[in-house]
Nanobody, 127 residues
Framework: QVQLAESGGGLVQAGASLTLSCAASGHTFTNYAMGWFRQAPGKEREFVAAITWSGRRTYYADSVKGRFTISRDNVKNTVYLQMNSLKPEDTAVYYC????????????????????WGQGTQVTVSS
C-alpha cells in the first residue's frame, strides 16, 4: 500500500525559507511521478509543483515559480519542496501526492490525476 508522509511545515516570518519533505513507502518510488499541492482556509486545493519520476523535469505554478524548488531523492524515496522568500499568501496545508508514471517525461498538475495523498503539513507565514 502506497503511503506518503509530509514533514517540515511550521510558522515562519515573511521572507524566510522552509523545506518540506515527503517520504514515500509501499511502492517502487522510481516509477511514480510526484506533486505538491496546497490548500488555504476557505480556498480550493491548488497545484504547486510537480516532478517526473526521473527528476529531470519539473513544473511550477506561476505563483511560486522562481521561489520554490521541487526535487527528489530516489534512493531515500523522498521528494522535497524548497520554499524561499515565503509570503503570507503561501500559508496553507501542503500535501504531496503520487501516481504511477507511464513515461519518464510525464508530470501531472491536476489533483484528479493523482492516486495517493499524504496527510498534509501546515505552513504558516506571518507578515
Amino acid at each position: 500500500q502506497v503511503q506518503l508522509a509530509e514533514s517540515g511545515g511550521g510558522l515562519v516570518q515573511a521572507g524566510a525559507s522552509l523545506t518540506l519533505s515527503c517520504a514515500a513507502s509501499g511502492h517502487t518510488f522510481t516509477n511514480y511521478a510526484m506533486g505538491w499541492f496546497r490548500q488555504a482556509p476557505g480556498k480550493e486545493r491548488e497545484f504547486v509543483a510537480a516532478i517526473t519520476w526521473s527528476g529531470r523535469r519539473t513544473y511550477y505554478a506561476d505563483s511560486v515559480k522562481g521561489r520554490f524548488t521541487i526535487s527528489r531523492d530516489n534512493v531515500k524515496n523522498t521528494v522535497y519542496l524548497q520554499m524561499n522568500s515565503l509570503k503570507p499568501e503561501d500559508t496553507a496545508v501542503y500535501y504531496c501526492a503520487t501516481r504511477q508514471s507511464f513515461g519518464g517525461s510525464s508530470y501531472y498538475t491536476e489533483g484528479k490525476q493523482y492516486d495517493y495523498w499524504g496527510q498534509g503539513t501546515q505552513v504558516t507565514v506571518s507578515s
